[in-house]
T-cell receptor, first 118, second 111 residues
Framework: GAVVSQHPSRVICKSGTSVKIECRSL??????MFWYRQFPKKSLMLMAT?????????EQGVEKDKFLINHASLTLSTLTVTSAHPEDSSFYIC??????????????FGPGTRLTVL | GQQLNQSPQSMFIQEGEDVSMNCTSS?????WLWYKQDPGEGPVLLIA?????ELTSNGRLTAQFGITRKDSFLNISASIPSDVGIYFC???????????FGTGTSLTVIP
């Protein structure tokens, strides 16, 4: 299957600093990537849809100025958590849409990034 | 957003038993995906379904795309300890759009 990498896998930072997380599709091109946040023992919460070459679409309640998304190429999307605070500590997961056929998609996930803000 | 009802929420079974879980929606989906997530890792795709009525297997796993296109089922036969994890269903309304996720089924296999 298609492979999506995510870096870093873990990051610990001080409150007020910014953290950048990279999501790469390694063996396919993805015009659309998604960023999720997951709380312990909960389902995935979609934060935003990242489209190559255009602005990201944010879900209701997600601050676009706090969670900056850049989809610079067909294989790379980045999420920057700006001025991080302890409440931003979470598990962040990206995914990429891959065409499975002419009119069908499959979604592949990265391994996730554990962010801890002190 | 779309609501996907996944059940059961959790299961505790003996090794060797079969497992069934399902997802239902009020909307018609064109794609259903099933994932397994281990602690601290991203979800891993198990099975993808693209046609109503489609039945697809992946080893001991079998999933079906419901005829109404509003539900999907995942079965695991002869469970083993490494089947432990959280299983998520995901449905997509239209190509290129986001997938909506179920609330997950936590599976515990007792050796």
């Amino acid at each position: 299957g298609a492979v999506v990498s995510q870096h870093p896998s873990r990051v610990i930072c001080k409150s007020g600093t910014s953290v950048k997380i990279e999501c790469r599709s390694l063996d396919f091109q993805a015009t659309t990537m998604f960023w999720y946040r997951q709380f312990p023992k909960k389902s995935l919460m979609l934060m935003a849809t990242s489209n190559e070459g255009s602005k990201a679409t944010y879900e209701q309640g997600v601050e676009k100025d706090k969670f900056l998304i850049n989809h610079a190429s067909l294989t790379l999307s980045t999420l920057t958590v700006t001025s991080a605070h302890p409440e931003d500590s979470s598990f962040y997961i990206c995914s990429a849409l891959a065409l499975a056929g002419v009119t069908t998609d499959t979604q592949y996930f990265g391994p996730g990034t554990r962010l801890t803000v002190l | 957003g779309q609501q996907l009802n996944q059940s059961p929420q959790s299961m505790f079974i003996q090794e060797g038993e079969d497992v069934s879980m399902n997802c239902t929606s009020s909307s018609i989906f064109n794609t259903w995906l099933w994932y397994k997530q281990d602690p601290g890792e991203g979800p891993v795709l198990l099975i993808a379904l693209y046609k109503a009525g489609e039945l697809t297997s992946n080893g001991r796993l079998t999933a079906q795309f419901g005829i109404t296109r509003k539900d999907s089922f995942l079965n695991i036969s002869a469970s083993i300890p490494s089947d432990v994890g959280i299983y998520f269903c995901a449905g997509q309304l239209n190509t290129g759009n986001q997938f909506y996720f179920g609330t997950g089924t936590s599976l515990t296999v007792i050796p």
